[in-house]
């Protein structure tokens, strides 16, 4: 079965970085991960759910949301089934628990706290 295992987060202060993981195992033979376009999305403390960043299968088309355009890079390495999240600039309001998933799948998340 379809696991994603989020990794990265932590404590951060204002203006900083880090890095989000995305582990992705067990996509079908027929549908591998090479194949999804995946989002990364965020659920801030009292908030509903959020849509944060998209990337295709092959990497080449990605897209943001508004509040975190020219901050946040989502990139993937098909080779280590892998998604990523680069995470600059990071401001209060980018305190999250980040998920990675292709609509369908979900991860356990990984918590960003920006202080």
């Known amino acids: 079965h379809v696991q994603l295992v989020e990794s990265g987060g932590g404590l951060v202060q204002v203006g900083g970085s880090l890095r989000l993981s995305c582990i992705a195992t067990?996509?079908?033979?027929?549908?591998?991960?090479?194949?999804?376009?995946m989002n990364w999305r965020r659920q801030r403390p009292g908030k509903l759910l959020e849509w944060v960043a998209a990337?295709?299968?092959?990497?080449?088309?990605?897209s943001y949301a508004d509040s975190v355009k020219g901050r946040f890079t989502i990139s993937r390495d098909n080779t280590k089934n892998t998604l990523y999240l680069q995470l600059n600039s990071l401001k209060i309001e980018d305190t999250a628990m980040y998920y990675c998933?292709?609509?369908?799948?979900w991860g356990q998340g990984t918590q960003v706290t920006v202080s």
């Open positions: 998933t292709p609509g369908v799948y």
């Open positions: 067990g996509f079908p033979s027929g549908f591998p991960f090479s194949t999804a376009a």
């Open positions: 990337i295709d299968s092959s990497g080449d088309t990605t």
